[in-house]
Antibody, heavy 114, light 112 residues
């Protein structure tokens, strides 16, 4: 059974940095592109970016590429999202997804507030 | 970016009836391989999104035949036949024709 478990969220102050993790199991992690998607409190879905199975290539939403970085550690079957200089509009639930959005984690909440 | 625009449903929908959700893209979603890269998702209350269909009309594994996607170019429809209580939630379309992979705003389905 595919499992994607996100962690690392919480309350963070504006301007701070935060790193989210997504631990994968139930499939060969190194065979799949992985993505991050977020959902705002108003339920808007926003694609953040994705990373190639070997970590050699990434794509980002243009509005986020200067502040967000996606990486992976295939030895640990873990996907990461490094968020820097966070803003109130980054408040959302963050999901990691496998492949072509076939499987999703349960999501992790990030709240940016002073 | 490709803009995805979803239509609304005349909620609530009576159980057992059919419901159709529309999705329009600002650019054709046909890729050079001939496939049309449009996904549909259902997000039930309190749950993560679930992929229903991809390539416009191919159902994901385990998805009921009551869900059928159709369309071409820039106009797409998700039809839900014989609506049941478990179909309630918000439906999203997403284009994966080009980056960034944009979503529609969502269409809420409520049952009577």
């Amino acid at each position: 059974e595919v499992q994607l478990v996100e962690s690392g969220g919480g309350l963070v102050q504006p301007g701070a940095s935060l790193k989210l993790s997504c631990v994968a199991s139930g499939f060969t992690f190194s065979d799949y592109w992985m993505s991050w998607v977020r959902q705002t409190p108003g339920k808007t879905m926003e694609w953040i970016g994705d990373i190639k199975y070997d970590g050699s290539y990434t794509n980002y939403a243009p509005s986020l590429k200067n502040r967000f970085t996606i990486s992976r550690d295939n030895a640990k079957s873990t996907l990461y999202l490094q968020m820097s200089n966070v803003r109130s509009e980054d408040t959302a639930t963050y999901y990691c997804t496998k492949g072509s959005y076939i499987d999703w984690g349960q999501g992790v909440m990030v709240t940016v507030s002073s | 970016d490709i803009v995805m625009t979803q239509g609304a449903l005349p909620n609530p929908v009576p159980s057992g009836e059919s419901a159709s959700i529309t999705c329009r893209s600002s650019k054709s979603l046909v890729y050079k391989d001939g496939k049309t890269y449009l996904n549909w998702f259902l997000q039930r209350p309190g749950q993560s999104p679930q992929l229903l269909t991809y390539w416009t009309s191919t159902r994901a594994s385990g998805v009921s035949e009551r869900f059928s996607g159709s369309g071409s170019g820039t106009y797409f429809t998700l039809k839900i036949s014989r609506v049941r209580a478990e179909d309630a939630g918000v439906y999203y379309c997403q284009q994966v024709r080009e980056y960034p992979h944009t979503f529609g705003a969502g269409t809420k389905l409520e049952l009577k």
